[in-house]
């Protein structure tokens, strides 16, 4: 195994914000003056540890502007909730939307940050009530909660799940209907492995996400392109990824330069069969 041990700070093009946007995106900073795309999603879009992510190789195969507005952790509500950037991919002429897990978003049982949406804050009084018995103070991660939450009882779990699930499918809804539909949906879909309690947070990526939820948005959109995928450990892909020895351990979860490689194979004819049907 080799890997390039300059640190993430070598990649130099990371990370930069659009106009009035809080949101750190991958960079460089592109230039929004002639027709582009439009790439939105967490960490995989933005190709963490990844000299090109696969929306810079596919601006080479389409000849086309890609604007990659992946961000660190982020969720749905990173975006929905940062008009500079919505507006960004609404003039876009078309924007590539990642399927990202349904744990990160504030709904009705407990809030999360507004940008690092991974992050937990407040559990609502339903959910106190629903799990009297524990501290939600012990909690700072949305993962580390839902996977303590259904430890501790699987049965009320399932209040939960059909929570996340439903503002999921209406966060996901109202997303596309900003854009005005000109969304190609991106499922990048891998297993994490299971934890010794067999918690659904460790397991599949991503989160609480399954086919009917998908199957709910596809009269919405242009296209769904779905694309299993591992991360670099699992797939033995750290060879060119640019990280030091303290970030191997991370970089073994992200996904690594093979599989952008894979995802942009995957993806590059639905795209042009999407942007050719608009």
Not at 210 to 219: G, H, K
């Amino acid at each position: 195994m080799s890997y390039e041990q300059t640190g993430a700070m070598a990649l130099l093009d990371e990370p930069c914000r659009y106009g009035t946007s809080k949101l750190l995106v991958r960079g460089p900073r592109r230039d929004l003056d002639s027709p582009y795309l439009a790439f939105m999603g967490g960490t995989e879009v933005y190709g963490r540890y990844v000299k090109q992510p696969f929306a810079a190789q596919l601006e080479e195969r389409l000849g086309q502007t890609c604007v990659n507005l992946g961000s660190v952790n982020a969720g749905l509500d990173s975006f929905v909730q940062d008009e500079a950037l919505m507006s960004l991919a609404r003039d876009a002429d078309m924007t590539v939307l990642q399927v990202l897990g349904a744990q990160n978003l504030s709904n009705r049982l407990y809030r999360v940050h507004p940008r690092r949406n991974d992050r937990f804050l407040q559990a609502s009084e339903t959910l106190s009530k629903l799990y009297s018995e524990v501290d939600f103070t012990d909690y700072h991660f949305n993962k580390h909660l839902l996977t303590g939450l259904e430890a501790c009882s699987a049965e009320r779990f399932e209040a939960v799940r059909a929570e996340l699930q439903t503002a999921w499918v209406k966060r996901m809804s109202s997303m596309i209907e900003t854009l005005e539909g000109r969304v190609v949906l991106l499922w990048l879909r891998y297993d994490l492995g299971q934890g010794v309690d067999g918690g659904v947070a460790l397991g599949q990526e991503p989160a609480l996400v399954d086919r009917p939820m998908v199957d709910a948005l596809r009269s919405m959109v242009k296209d769904v392109i779905e694309v299993p995928v591992q991360t670099a450990g699992g797939a033995d892909d750290i060879d060119g990824m640019v990280l030091g020895q303290m970030d191997l351990p991370t970089a073994g979860h992200m996904i690594g330069p093979m599989e952008h490689m894979r995802i942009a194979n995957a993806t590059s004819d639905g795209l042009r069969r999407a942007l050719a049907a608009d």
